[in-house]
């Protein structure tokens, strides 16, 4: 079992950025499509980035433009660069490899929170 670990978040000011890291315990981490979800209080997870084994990315509409999604495979990390942040965007964020629309292939790590101030 591929354990996950998030990093990276903290509290900043609308406008401001953020680097999250995503590192697996395995090298299988490699081979996978990887997301990057978040969870507001109150709201569903959602998937808001993702990256193919091979570097195919896409975004959730809110996001575009803001984020992007990396990976270094050499590192079994994943990346996800935050900038212009607004305070809707305020959540715990997680990684896992998705499957379908719904499900995820390792258990969920413990997040790392995002905070965003007006």
């Known amino acids: 079992q591929v354990q996950l670990v998030e990093s990276g978040g903290g509290l900043v000011q609308a406008g401001g950025s953020l680097r999250l890291l995503c590192t697996a315990s395995?090298?299988?981490?490699?081979?996978?499509?990887i997301g990057w979800y978040r969870q507001a209080p109150g709201n569903r997870r959602e998937l808001v980035a993702g990256?193919?084994?091979?570097?195919?990315?896409s975004y959730v509409d809110s996001v575009k433009g803001r984020f992007t999604i990396s990976r270094d495979n050499a590192k079994n990390t994943v990346y996800l660069q935050m900038n212009s942040l607004k305070p809707e965007d305020t959540a715990v964020y997680y990684c896992?490899?998705?499957?379908?629309?719904?499900?995820?292939?390792?258990?969920w790590g413990q997040g790392t929170q995002v905070t965003v101030t007006p």
């Open positions: 395995a090298s299988t981490f490699r081979s996978e499509t």
């Open positions: 896992n490899a998705p499957v379908g629309s719904t499900l995820v292939t390792w258990s």
């Open positions: 990256i193919s084994p091979s570097g195919s990315t």
